[in-house]
């Protein structure tokens, strides 16, 4: 398994791919930082770095579909699935070190933005703990919105298809908590609580808050689990109907 995480993460940093996202993503993020100081008035005393992620989430999950387009619809497109299901390894063990090698690389793309904070920390105070707290949340949401991902490339077979149907969904998800704000949902409390329980936006504003709460947690870990499993179901059953 680590031979193919191997090879895919060298797909990723042996070519501009990876370069340009990580530049894309880092000049969105310098941009929200820029705007967010010009912003502040001469009275406010502290800026908010997780308000970064929180407030231009749209523009970071745009990101993660172009990440994943390729990753198994490539190999459809080039002919070499085939040998891939063929080989020694699992249908489970190779979309793992798919998912972990494009993990890896969007880990590699929030790490490049901790210039920002470490380097506005020589000249002012910067709050450490709600930060740290910021990243892991939106870590996990990245870690949910890759295996969404991933399972679009592996059932449509097409990158390009995959990437615009990977922005509707996970731009989708941004929609929740607004479908959960509106009178309609809030006339009726058990639909509001399950809506605010499935949105991930209202659980990052935890991790934004500086509060680690182990129920977001293993929501965000137990979906992931969930969609890669339904990764490895398609897949496998494709490869049993090519057999």
Not at 76 to 83: A, D, I, M
Not at 158 to 177: P, Q, S
């Given at each position: 398994?680590?031979?193919?995480?191997?090879?895919?993460?060298?797909?990723?940093?042996?070519?501009?791919?990876?370069?340009?996202?990580?530049?894309?993503?880092?000049?969105?993020?310098s941009?929200a930082?820029?705007?967010?100081?010009?912003?502040?008035?001469?009275?406010?005393?502290?800026?908010?770095?997780?308000n970064i992620?929180?407030?231009?989430?749209?523009?970071?999950?745009?990101?993660?579909?172009?990440?994943?387009?390729?990753?198994?619809?490539?190999?459809?497109?080039?002919?070499?699935?085939?040998?891939?299901?063929?080989?020694?390894?699992?249908?489970?063990?190779?979309?793992?070190?798919?998912?972990?090698?494009?993990l890896?690389?969007?880990?590699?793309?929030?790490?490049?933005?901790?210039?920002?904070?470490?380097y506005?920390?020589?000249?002012?105070?910067?709050?450490?703990?709600?930060?740290?707290?910021?990243?892991?949340?939106?870590?996990?949401?990245?870690?949910?919105?890759?295996?969404?991902?991933?399972?679009?490339?592996?059932?449509?077979?097409?990158?390009i298809?995959?990437?615009?149907?990977g922005?509707?969904?996970?731009?989708?998800?941004?929609?929740?908590?607004?479908?959960?704000?509106?009178?309609?949902?809030?006339?009726?409390?058990?639909?509001?609580?399950?809506?605010?329980?499935?949105?991930m936006?209202?659980?990052?504003?935890f991790?934004?808050?500086?509060?680690?709460?182990?129920?977001?947690?293993?929501?965000?870990?137990?979906?992931?689990?969930?969609?890669?499993?339904?990764?490895?179901?398609?897949i496998?059953?494709?490869?049993?109907?090519?057999?």
């Amino acid at each position: 398994m680590f031979s193919l995480y191997k090879k895919e993460l060298q797909s990723f940093f042996f070519s501009p791919f990876a370069y340009v996202l990580t530049a894309l993503f880092m000049l969105i993020f310098s941009f929200a930082f820029i705007t967010s100081i010009a912003s502040i008035d001469s009275n406010t005393l502290k800026f908010s770095f997780p308000n970064i992620f929180y407030d231009n989430f749209f523009f970071f999950i745009f990101i993660i579909p172009i990440l994943t387009m390729r990753s198994f619809a490539d190999e459809r497109k080039g002919g070499t699935e085939v040998l891939l299901l063929t080989s020694p390894l699992s249908v489970g063990r190779i979309v793992l070190a798919k998912f972990l090698s494009i993990l890896t690389v969007f880990a590699v793309m929030m790490i490049a933005t901790l210039f920002f904070p470490i380097y506005t920390s020589f000249s002012g105070q910067v709050m450490w703990s709600p930060l740290i707290c910021a990243y892991l949340g939106f870590f996990l949401w990245g870690m949910v919105c890759i295996a969404v991902g991933m399972l679009l490339s592996s059932l449509t077979g097409n990158a390009i298809i995959a990437a615009i149907l990977g922005e509707i969904i996970m731009e989708g998800t941004l929609l929740v908590d607004q479908i959960g704000g509106t009178a309609l949902v809030n006339a009726y409390p058990n639909l509001n609580s399950a809506i605010s329980w499935i949105s991930m936006q209202r659980r990052f504003v935890f991790f934004s808050q500086g509060m680690f709460r182990l129920e977001d947690l293993i929501f965000f870990l137990s979906a992931t689990a969930v969609v890669i499993c339904w990764n490895i179901i398609a897949i496998e059953k494709r490869r049993w109907s090519h057999s």
